[in-house]
């Protein structure tokens, strides 16, 4: 049987993570897992995970460790024959633990992006708050200014995309980032990529994955992110 391959990335908010993830689940056939994703999802559906998470998400509280694990590692689970990409999940040292004793991830992509260019991002950044999309004026706007291009229906801009308040999320983010950053660079599955383009640090990301996803070849028939 084909080795699996299993990968997580990490970056602030604005570093370009999900746009990655997507060309990473199209290139090489990774199941793309976000947890922002199945956080909206478990509210929809209102499981108990979700009406758990939904308090804290209307408190504008970060979901705590123990809920993200309990929502995460049943989906995990789920995909035990299937190589995944991770995103959002681990973001604490407690989030990598959990994971790390189940699974071992093979690769671990930190993106580093200037605050200046994740600040120009994100003032530009709107959001559709059904479903999640993102859309940005500079490079990716809407068809109709301020609506979603699928529903019509209005986009917002979160406070804690406007500048006064992304400096605390940054620090927020390096300070809970760090140890996990370090526990992953200790097992020797860290590689970090600087940059304020995405469109010229994916060709680096690229050929890394081709590199090791060569040395571990997948089946050929595994499905795609949808």
Do not use: C
């Amino acid at each position: 049987m084909a080795k699996l391959f299993r990968a997580a990335i990490m970056g602030p908010p604005g570093s370009g993570k999900g746009t990655i993830s997507e060309r990473i689940a199209q290139s090489f056939g990774l199941q793309y897992l976000s947890s922002g994703h199945f956080l909206r999802e478990s509210i929809s559906a209102n499981t108990e995970a979700g009406v758990q998470v939904k308090t804290y998400v209307e408190k504008g509280m970060l979901v705590p460790d123990h809920v993200m694990t309990r929502l995460m590692m049943p989906r995990l689970e789920k995909l035990s024959g299937q190589s995944w990409l991770l995103d959002g999940f681990p973001r604490t040292l407690v989030q990598a633990q959990s994971l790390n004793s189940l699974y071992q991830l093979d690769l671990v992509i930190s993106l580093n992006i200037p605050y200046e260019t994740l600040k120009d991002r994100l003032s530009d950044r709107w959001i559709h708050p059904g479903s999640g999309r993102v859309y940005n004026m500079g490079f990716n706007p809407p068809r109709v200014q301020g609506k979603d291009d699928i529903t019509g229906e209005p986009l917002i801009q979160h406070d804690d995309d406007k500048p006064e308040a992304l400096m605390a999320r940054l620090r927020h983010y390096k300070d809970v980032a760090k140890p996990v950053i370090d526990l992953y660079k200790s097992q020797g599955i860290l590689h970090s990529f600087s940059g304020t383009e995405t469109d010229r640090i994916w060709p680096y990301i690229n050929s890394l994955l081709s590199t090791k996803m060569h040395a571990q070849p997948l089946d050929n028939h595994q499905s795609q992110a949808p």
